[in-house]
């Protein structure tokens, strides 16, 4: 089967392989030396300085990320400003409210580009505002959204940015220096293409200092990044999906990091394009306001979501449907994971038989 659907992703032999690892029991020095390369290649992905930046590994989907980013770095009284313009902005403001944090929203329709100056002036209107939140890659409709533009608004203000990095990070270009970025949340089995079970938080050290008490125990970010830094752990970790980490982040670094796998998204998605377009379909986005990493596309006239999903799976094809109100409209087709030109050609091949099985012209 392949997995066009954005995480899990189609693992490589060599990642699929690594999670047969050894046995192993997370307080013993070997578990410490894995997990220790885990972070040191995970910052590495960007170029981060170990002494300014913590990868904190948790046991989790990506929103475990995403939430202990939240939990851990709002402290009591501040207010947290998220922007939504899909399902994962939105899930941000209910991580806040399941928190008690107060977290005025900045929205826009799905789909829609977020508006700096509207960012600005949401700060310039409530100084109790310390941190904003926002998608990096908004997977709903796969709009890239202009981090750098957001971060120059934050940094002028000297406000946090918390970032939901789950499906940019590994493929994408993330300049977290730049941008003033606070922490960045990701996840192994999406651009990284790991396996699920393991996913993180990047976060500055100096953010970690605060000592406001926990929100939550588990999802307590100073207490694994201080575990952490000690070769430890708090609780029991996912140790497959760390073997299966570690080998994905090797096979990435072989390959040429995030500016090779971008490389190769783009080709990839090129290619559905090309091959969607001429079989007349229309992307919900252009092309420029695109991740690398998904596109979605409107349905084929006189079709439904099923009808087109369950014609592609019995082919050998996984492809994902809208979220809702979009999930009438649109499909979504990911280029993340272990996939190759060939996977696309016998995919575009099978799309044009559904499409003839159900006398879409
Ligand atoms: C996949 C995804 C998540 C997390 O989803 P999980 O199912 O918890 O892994 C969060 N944000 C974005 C933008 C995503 O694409």
Redesign the pocket.
């Known amino acids: 089967m392949i997995l066009l659907n ?2 899990p992703v189609t693992l490589s032999e060599r990642v699929r392989r690594a999670l047969a690892g050894p046995d192993m029991c997370h307080r013993e020095p070997e578990f410490a030396a894995l997990q220790g390369e885990i972070r040191a290649r995970l910052l590495g992905v960007y170029a981060l300085a170990p002494a300014e930046w913590s990868a904190v590994l948790l046991t ?5 990320a ?1 939430e202990a980013m939240i939990a851990t770095l709002m402290a009591p009284g501040e207010k947290l400003l998220v922007i939504e313009n ?1 399902a ?1 902005g939105e ?1 941000m403001s209910r991580i806040a409210a399941a928190h008690g944090i107060d977290a005025p929203r900045l929205s826009f329709a799905w789909g829609e580009p977020v508006d700096p100056g509207a960012v600005e002036r949401a700060l310039e209107q409530d100084a109790a505002i310390r941190r904003v939140a926002v ?6 409709t796969g709009r890239l959204n202009d981090l750098g533009a957001v971060g120059a608004v934050c940094r002028a203000r000297d406000v946090g940015l918390l970032v ?5 990070f590994g493929a994408e270009a993330l300049s977290p220096e730049r941008d003033g970025v606070t922490a960045i ?1 990701a ?1 192994a ?2 651009c990284l293409h790991g396996a ?1 079970g393991v ?1 993180f938080v990047i976060v500055r050290r100096a953010e970690l200092a605060g000592e406001h008490p926990p929100r939550s125990l588990y999802l307590d970010l100073r207490a694994y990044a201080e575990e952490q830094d000690r070769g430890g752990t708090p609780f029991t970790q996912a140790v497959p999906a760390f073997y299966g980490l570690a080998e994905a982040l090797r096979e990435l670094a072989d390959e040429g990091g995030w500016q090779a796998r971008r490389s190769r998204y783009r080709e990839l998605a090129g290619a559905v394009a090309a091959g969607l377009e001429a079989s007349d379909l229309r992307a919900l986005l252009p092309e420029a306001a695109s991740s690398c990493v998904l596109r979605a596309w409107h349905l084929p006239p006189g079709m439904d979501y099923a009808a087109l999903h369950d014609g592609l799976k019995a082919r050998g094809f996984v492809i994902y449907a809208g979220q809702g109100t979009l999930a009438q409209r649109i499909f979504r087709i990911s280029t993340m994971g272990a996939i190759v030109r060939s996977d696309i050609d016998r995919f575009l091949t099978a799309f044009r038989e559904v499409l003839e099985e159900h006398g879409v012209t």
């Open positions: 954005p995480g989790g989907s990506g929103t475990a995403v899909g994962y899930r998608v990096h890659h908004e997977t709903t939901d990095g789950v499906s940019s949340a996840t089995n999406k699920p996913c």
